[in-house]
């Protein structure tokens, strides 16, 4: 009876997890869209960051825009072409050829001096913003809510495989989201597979920590630890509001 019982929670969260909004939900990717811009630029305000652009030094090369879109990981390319076919001889255009030969790279070889700028000036653009927001929707929101939701979870495991896939992307490298998923399904089920959604989740950000450490530059997992982790621990697995968490330190606040 005990069992049976458990099955029938189970079976009630997964029923739950398909009626409550998802991370796709506008509110909810709102809040998506804050969580990750306090990671990845220390400010909620997410739609300051078109215009971002830096080298941190992750041996990714150029870093910018809304979620971090890198030269040398190919969805910085991807984005730029995007915005070449939809407005042919913008600003950007002429770094095609130089972006496509740094690829896979961290060199700024054809880009500097004046790409960063003329990034910057692209970002006034409504046309290059929309560009960003389809990318990230295409390459990394899209798919990690069609993912979660494939695996019974609602908007706060949804969230934390978003977070992973901006990080970590989805090739085949023992990091990537994919291998970050299958590590934590060796030790735990989703509530799609009859799991507990807590007990699954804890295992992914189990797994998400351990990918973090391979690199230095994402060796802090504070995004996990003090913004993730404490969510989850409060049972706040549909992301509602109000939340407050840290990273790196800070503290913030959505009301």
């Avoid at 409504?126 to 990318?135: G, I, L, P």
């Avoid at 494939?150 to 908007?155: N, S």
């Avoid at 351990?210 to 996990?224: F, G, I, N, P």
């Amino acid at each position: 009876m005990a069992a049976g019982a458990a099955l029938g929670v189970q079976r009630a969260t997964t029923a739950q997890a398909a009626t409550a909004p998802g991370l796709d939900d506008p509110a909810k990717k709102e809040i998506a869209m804050k969580l990750v811009s306090s990671a990845e630029n220390s400010s909620l305000d997410w739609k300051a960051q078109y215009k971002y652009i830096e080298d941190i030094g992750d041996g990714r090369g150029y870093t910018a825009g809304i979620i971090g879109f890198c030269s040398g990981t190919g969805d910085m390319l991807d984005l730029v072409t995007l915005y070449a076919d939809r407005e042919p001889g913008n600003v950007l255009a002429r770094y095609l050829p130089a972006l496509r030969e740094v690829n896979g790279t961290d060199s700024h070889s054809g880009l500097d001096p004046d790409f960063p700028g003329d990034w910057r000036r692209a970002a006034r653009d409504t046309a290059f913003q929309k560009c960003q927001d389809d990318e990230r929707d295409r390459v990394y929101f899209d798919p990690a809510v069609a993912q979660g939701k494939t695996d019974g979870l609602r908007a706060l495991g949804q969230f934390c495989y978003y977070d992973a896939l901006v990080m970590h992307g989805d090739g085949g490298d023992p990091t990537s989201f994919r291998n970050i998923r299958k590590r934590a399904l060796r030790t735990a089920e989703p509530p799609a597979r009859d799991g507990d959604e807590t007990a699954y989740l804890n295992a992914f950000l189990d797994a998400r920590v351990w990918a973090m450490k391979q690199e230095e530059a994402h060796s802090d997992t504070t995004r996990v630890d003090t913004e993730q982790r404490v969510f989850l621990r409060r049972g706040n697995l549909d992301l509602n509001t109000p939340l407050d968490w840290k990273v790196y330190g800070d503290s913030y606040h959505i009301g």
